[in-house]
């Protein structure tokens, strides 16, 4: 028995020897506490979501700018409002946005915040309904008319099927948004042209800090979403602004660096990337969804496949 003990202590004194030795010279820092930074697809760091609300005839001239240009974009539209004046046709909307995405926008475009819970559910439940019926495929979000909410409207919404909501309120930054609910997109187009009439000082004013806005994005060197709201009846009437609207869109297509997405194609990737399963000390790492994520670790960009298990090193 003594023998046995004397032996025991003998090799564990030996092992530990031996590992503090290979610790010193195999060092294997754990990657536990290292960040690991989402990239966009391909890993690039810029995104761009374009994106229009109501649904009205200019969408067609929109529309087709968007495809000659090879932008892609998100479309809110109000169901029960298609087909009177002004508004598409419940016929033309499958055609027309094909290749973009159709959005929620509710069926009538109240101002959500002063309904009851029953009528926020029905406008938002009966918009769905219809533009699947229309497109063919799963409505997944939606903007809130006159960019409208409170808490209680995202209660009332919370389990219907939505799963990301735009408001207006512009950040006038590239953050990532951090309530898919709360979603607040980076600048309205052209900014606040034309809210205050005839004050052409404002205008100016306004569109100067658009375009500057869109020249620091296109230099952004860290990760930056740049978010583009507004109505294509805007760009209609006196005061023309389909000139001003083609000046944007080529000055921001066909930009290698750029993610073109819908919003819920970003929501679709982030939620991807959210999903990742890490190992312990983040040596491997599991892509459980049908989208490929790319990541960056201590300056190093991996592509994590569908569907597969990785090894980051
Ligand atoms: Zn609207």
Redesign the pocket.
């Known amino acids: 028995m003594e023998t046995n003990l004397k032996i025991t202590i003998v090799i564990v004194a030996l092992l530990t020897v031996i590992n503090s030795a290979n610790a010193q010279t195999k060092p294997t820092p754990s990657k536990s506490s290292i960040p690991i930074e989402m990239l966009f697809p391909q890993g690039k760091s810029k995104a761009l979501i374009l994106s229009f609300?109501?649904g009205q005839v200019a969408d067609k001239h929109l529309v087709k700018l968007m495809n000659d240009y090879g932008l892609v974009g998100t479309f809110?539209l109000?169901s029960n409002k298609l087909g009177t004046k002004d508004y598409l046709t419940k016929e033309e909307v499958k055609n027309l946005y094909k290749g973009h995405e159709v959005s929620g926008?509710t069926a009538n475009?109240p101002g959500l915040t002063s309904l009851s819970k029953i009528d926020v559910i029905y406008e938002v439940l009966e918009d769905r309904k219809e533009l699947e019926r229309l497109m063919d495929y799963p409505v997944r979000g939606m903007?809130y008319?006159?960019g409208n909410t409170n808490d209680f409207v995202i209660e009332a919404i919370t389990g219907l099927g939505i799963e990301y909501a735009r408001t207006v309120g512009d950040t006038y930054n590239y953050g990532m948004p951090t309530d898919f609910l709360k979603w607040q997109p980076t600048i309205h187009l052209f900014g606040k042209t034309n809210y205050i009439p005839n004050d052409t000082a404002n205008d100016r004013r306004e569109l100067g800090q658009f375009y500057q806005l869109t020249t620091d994005f296109l230099k952004a060197n860290s990760l930056a979403l740049f978010y583009v709201w507004g109505?294509s009846w805007e760009y209609e009437g006196p005061g023309n602004k389909w000139a001003e609207v083609e000046k944007f869109f080529k000055m921001i297509s066909q930009n290698p660096e750029i993610y073109y997405t819908t919003q819920i194609g970003l929501v679709d990737y982030i939620n991807a990337f959210k999903n990742l399963k890490f190992s312990v000390d983040k040596d491997l790492v599991t892509n459980l969804s049908a989208i490929n994520v790319f990541i960056k670790i201590n300056g190093k960009v991996f592509t994590v496949e569908a569907g597969s298990t990785k090894q980051l090193n």
């Open positions: 609300d109501d809110h109000n926008h475009h903007s008319p006159f109505h």
